[in-house]
Structure formats: structure tokens, C-alpha cells
């Protein structure tokens, strides 16, 4: 009786195992197609001197990895990478957490706001890039026109070609419609009830603020550095597009933008296929991930420090 | 007391509207510059001191942007591609999600971590090695790659699922199951018609993904069959190869018009859906 029991029991697991695995098929086919395979092979064209035209293909070891970091020109494309990822980040991730306190409570015309103020988000990225060329423009541009008439500013600036990563960082702010809907969705998780006992010990506004809506917003906060630093580590095509030395057709990867916003992975795109040395720009990619690794693993490290959670919880 | 509570409540409540009204102002400042920018004449785009505002809106910009580039042909191209990745997509995922989300075993979760790691690999670091290899087989400029493409889904896709699943009881599958159906019967006819919200969030992401992605069409497909977001950027050029940014930004406004349109039309279930279930946990 019992051993029928077992059986049964086996059975059942069995049938559950299967039925997990035909549902995660798809996703298992393309993970070994497209990213263990490629990783993979990728990895081991980095360790040799492979070109686009190679005869004599050879194994150097990790040659190209120490001759890439030894490059001055490498390390402040990873510099600038990084300032670049840390100020859009926070930038982008304060500017959505503002909007989505002023539309927290009972707002006139709450549902329109979210839905314009999400809107740049979904406005594909080479759209945004060339909206924003003409947009910062020192003569025609709107923006220069928009300060000055305020009084902000006494001449134009030329704000593509003085200030290229502030321009970059520009396009996140201007599409920090998800972090916005990612800080509505958490304001949505905390109870009111925690406010009303807050109100009714007389605690402000601010108080309320600091004391209930950013603990319990903390792991929404992080959930969106984590990713969008992974994001922002990639960037790639916004600089070409808002180069201002980009005048005339043609690709627009053949023209590289500025130093402050040649950023890495766009070097390992310009090293692969318009310098045509396939493993040493597949080795810059590898660096770069190996970069986005570490800080996640930090992020993640750190994450249980800066994130609120209930007390005795386990993480 | 509380006349003076909600006085300055009210206060509060339209200095927010006035904040919101102003950002919303800057938001559209460059939508305004877009358009403003596709009614320019070619001589207004260039002249000394700049012209802010063209004198007559040029309407031709529109006929032009259109005609020059045989828009047609890459419109087309575009919705090929993204509806070739969307379906797919959302179909992968869709079976991922509801796998992760519904049957226990024991190396669910690892499994689960390791499909969200994947997001930290740099997309160059696959789609290079990939481009190589497959230009080397000659599987290059083929659209049929994009739907190979799609169907492992996206791991944020496949992470919505599963959110919208772990909502759906389990009582649900097992009064089917009793009726005898089999697990696919169960998904199709039960639980897939109880995630449309999900789907229709997960199609307008793949879509988007797909209709504004520029490495993949710029390195898989050859000229004849590029997609808008490859052609708009060397498109619109005159014969000294200037770029006629006036023309551009009336294609732009073209290229994004599809987008735009989705959105507004669904957007009061994309947004409510993903704030409800999507995000949280």
C-alpha cells in the first residue's frame, strides 16, 4: 500500500518535472543557441589574434585583455562609461521617483499626467536621439531658446559639442517615464492605514516621507539601479546620433562621436567592425561584462544594507 | 481646524498640478521642436542668423520625407521584422513564465536566476559572436532569423508572466485536469485567455524592442531589406550628402506615429496592468 503510494507520489513529480521543461523549452533552445554558444565561441576568438581577414589565426592568451587595459584611451572610455552610467542612473531614477510623489494621492488629471509623462519612453531610441540633436542645437534649438527667454542664460550654449555626456544623460531623464511607473507601482504596495496612524501623531509631510514612502520604496529604488546601471553600462547608439560631428550621411558609426561620450561598448563596436580585429573588440566587450558583473554582484552586496525590510525577515 | 486642514490641502493640491503642467511643458518641449523642425524649408534650416519658426508651414516636407527614401519599402520592412520577433516573443515567454510559475521542482529557482542573469550579459557580447558565426554559415539577411530570435523570450517578459500566473489559483487547472485535459489543453483554453492584459503589455515591449532596434537589422540584413530605424539615420541626405534634418524629422514623425498610436489606444490597460501586477515583488 505504502509502496503504491510512493509510486504514485513518483509519478506525479515526474509528470510535473516534464511539464516544467516543455514550458521552458523555448527559453532553455535559446539560451544554448544564443547566449552560451555565442559567449562561448566569443570568448575563445578573444584569446587569439583573430582579424576580419585572418590566414594565420593564433592563440595569444589573455594578450588582448592586457594590451586593452594598458590603453589610456580604453581606460577613460571605461571612465567615462562610468560617470556617465552613475549620473544618467540617478538622475533618471530621481526625476521618475518626483513625478510619482506629485502623483501619489488624489491629483486633478492624475491619469493623463502618467500617461503623458510616460509617453517619451516609448518613442523609439533613434527617434529620441535625433529629436534631441536638433532639440539641444546652440542656434535653432529649443532648448537654448527656452533659457534664454527665461533668463537663464545670456548666449548659446553649444550643448552637443561643451557638453556631450550632460546631452546623453539628457535622453534619460527626458525617459524617465519607467521609473516613474516602476515608483507608482510601489507607492500602490504601502498601506494607508500606515499614513493615517502617522497623521494622527502629528507627523508632517516630510516626516511621512522619510519615515514610511522612502523605506518602503527603498527596494524599488534598487531594483532600478541595478538595472538600469546595467542598461546605462551599454549604451550605444545615442552618442553617434547626437554627434556634432556628424554633418553628412553615411553610417553614422563611421563618424565617432566625442572622447566624453565614446563609450565602451561602442568602442568594442568600432574596434570589431570598422578597425575590422575581431578578438580584440570581442575582448573589450568581454571586459565590459565582466565590469557590469562585479557591480552587480557590489549592488547586490550592498542592496541589504540600503534596502528597508521588515525586521526578523530573512533576505 | 479642519477648514484650515483642507484649505492647505487644496493649496497643495494645485501648486502639484502647477509643478505637473510645467513638466509636462518641458517633457514636450522637444515633441514641439519636432515638429516645428519638419515644417522648415530647406533654405530655414541653414540660414544665418537661425529661423526659429519657418514663416509657412512646409507641408511638402511630409510628401517629400515619404517619396525620397521609398518609405514604403522599409515601413514594410520594419513591421515584417518586429511582427516576425513580437509573436514569438510573447509566445516564449508567455510558456516560460507559466512553467516558472507553476510547477514545482526543485531546481525551479535556479533555473529562474539564471534566466534573470542573463540580463547582465552586454547584448554586443552575444549578437557579435552571433553576426560572425552566422554570416559564416550564410544565414544572413534571412528574416525568418528574428522569429528563431524570438521564441526564447525575454527574461523581463518571462518575469511578467510569471507574476500574472502566480496570481491565477490553482484550483483553476486542477478541476480541468479532473475533466481530463492535458496540460496543453490547460494552458490554452484556461490560463492563457486569463493573461491578456500580460500578453498585451508583453507585445507592446517586443514591438517596440523590435521596432526601435538598431544593431541587429544594421548587422543581420543588407540594404534592400533594412528596417526604418537603419535608413533614417543616412536617409535623408542631398546630393552633397548634408543632412536635411527638416525632411528627417517628418520621417521620424512617421516612424514614430505607429508606436504612438498602439499606446494611446491601449494604454489605459498597459499602464493599469503593469502597476497591478507586473512590478510588485
Given at each position: ?123 523609439p ?191 | ?70 518609405y514604403e519599402r522599409y515601413f514594410l520592412n520594419s513591421v515584417i521584422i518586429s511582427l516576425f520577433y ?121 514591438f517596440?524592442?523590435s521596432w526601435s532596434d538598431?544593431?541587429?537589422p544594421?548587422?543581420?540584413l543588407?540594404?534592400?531589406k533594412v528596417t526604418l530605424a537603419v535608413k533614417l ?21 512617421y516612424y514614430?506615429?505607429p508606436i ?22
Amino acid at each position: 500500500m505504502a509502496g503504491s503510494e510512493i509510486k504514485r507520489m513518483d509519478t506525479i513529480s515526474r509528470q510535473r518535472r516534464i511539464s516544467f521543461y516543455i514550458f521552458i523549452s523555448p527559453w532553455i533552445f535559446g539560451f544554448l543557441l544564443f547566449q552560451i554558444m555565442p559567449i562561448a565561441w566569443g570568448f575563445s576568438i578573444s584569446l587569439t589574434n583573430r582579424m576580419a581577414f585572418t590566414v594565420m589565426q593564433k592563440f595569444i592568451g589573455l594578450d588582448n585583455y592586457r594590451n586593452l587595459l594598458a590603453d589610456p584611451e580604453i581606460r577613460y572610455s571605461l571612465l567615462t562609461t562610468f560617470i556617465y552610467t552613475v549620473s544618467s542612473t540617478t538622475l533618471a531614477v530621481v526625476t521618475g521617483l518626483i513625478i510619482a510623489l506629485l502623483l501619489e494621492k488624489e491629483v486633478p488629471g492624475r491619469g493623463v499626467f502618467r500617461t503623458v509623462l510616460y509617453f517619451p519612453y516609448m518613442i523609439p531610441l533613434i527617434a529620441v536621439g535625433w529629436i534631441f540633436k536638433i532639440f539641444l542645437d546652440r542656434d535653432t534649438g529649443f532648448f537654448n531658446i527656452f533659457l534664454s527667454k527665461l533668463g537663464f542664460i545670456s548666449s548659446n550654449i553649444a550643448w552637443l559639442s561643451d557638453f556631450p555626456r550632460g546631452s546623453v544623460v539628457s535622453l534619460s531623464i527626458w525617459m524617465s517615464g519607467w521609473s516613474m511607473i516602476i515608483f507608482l507601482g510601489g507607492l500602490s504596495t504601502i498601506p494607508n492605514e500606515l499614513y493615517e496612524v502617522a497623521k494622527i501623531d502629528g507627523a508632517g509631510y516630510l516626516r511621512r516621507l522619510r519615515a514610511i514612502t522612502l523605506p518602503l520604496l527603498s527596494p524599488f529604488a534598487f531594483f532600478q539601479f541595478v538595472t538600469s546601471s546595467i542598461y546605462s553600462m551599454q549604451k550605444f547608439i545615442e552618442p553617434y546620433i547626437l554627434n556634432p560631428r556628424q554633418q553628412r550621411g553615411g553610417q553614422v558609426t563611421a563618424m565617432i562621436p566625442p572622447r566624453e561620450t565614446f563609450f565602451t561598448m561602442a568602442r568594442g563596436y568600432d574596434i570589431v567592425f570598422l578597425k575590422n580585429r575581431f578578438a580584440q573588440g570581442l575582448a573589450l566587450l568581454w571586459i565590459l561584462f565582466a565590469i557590469i558583473l562585479i557591480i552587480t554582484v557590489i549592488f547586490i552586496r550592498l542592496g541589504g544594507f540600503v534596502v528597508y525590510t521588515e525586521v526578523g525577515e530573512k533576505r | 481646524m479642519a477648514m484650515l486642514m483642507s484649505r492647505q490641502q487644496q493649496l497643495a493640491k494645485i501648486v502639484k498640478v502647477l509643478v505637473l503642467l510645467l513638466l509636462v511643458l518641458i517633457f514636450f518641449l522637444p515633441i514641439v521642436s519636432m515638429f516645428v523642425t519638419s515644417l522648415k524649408s530647406r533654405g530655414e534650416l541653414y540660414v544665418f542668423p537661425p529661423v526659429v519658426f519657418p514663416k509657412e508651414p512646409n507641408w511638402d516636407n511630409y510628401l517629400t520625407a515619404w517619396t525620397m527614401i521609398h518609405y514604403e519599402r522599409y515601413f514594410l520592412n520594419s513591421v515584417i521584422i518586429s511582427l516576425f520577433y513580437t509573436v514569438p516573443c510573447v509566445m516564449g515567454s508567455c510558456f516560460a513564465g507559466y512553467g516558472f510559475s507553476r510547477f514545482q521542482v526543485k531546481e525551479r529557482k535556479t533555473i529562474f536566476m539564471l534566466m534573470l542573469s542573463t540580463m547582465m550579459v552586454p547584448y554586443m557580447v552575444t549578437l557579435v559572436p552571433l553576426y560572425l558565426i552566422v554570416s559564416r554559415i550564410g544565414l544572413a539577411d534571412k528574416r525568418f532569423f528574428w522569429i528563431i530570435w524570438g521564441v526564447q523570450g525575454a527574461p523581463f517578459l518571462i518575469f511578467l508572466f510569471r507574476q500574472y500566473f502566480s496570481t491565477i489559483p490553482f484550483s483553476f487547472e486542477e478541476s480541468a485536469r479532473i475533466e481530463g485535459a492535458n496540460r496543453f489543453q490547460i494552458f490554452f483554453r484556461i490560463m492563457f485567455p486569463l493573461v491578456q492584459t500580460a500578453v498585451i503589455i508583453a507585445a507592446i515591449f517586443a514591438f517596440q524592442w523590435s521596432w526601435s532596434d538598431y544593431l541587429m537589422p544594421v548587422l543581420f540584413l543588407r540594404a534592400e531589406k533594412v528596417t526604418l530605424a537603419v535608413k533614417l539615420v543616412n536617409g535623408y541626405v542631398d546630393m552633397k550628402q548634408n543632412i536635411l534634418h527638416n525632411i528627417g524629422m517628418a520621417g521620424i514623425v512617421y516612424y514614430t506615429l505607429p508606436i504612438v498610436i498602439v499606446f494611446f489606444v491601449l494604454q489605459k490597460r498597459f499602464i493599469a496592468g503593469l502597476l497591478s501586477g507586473g512590478l510588485k515583488g
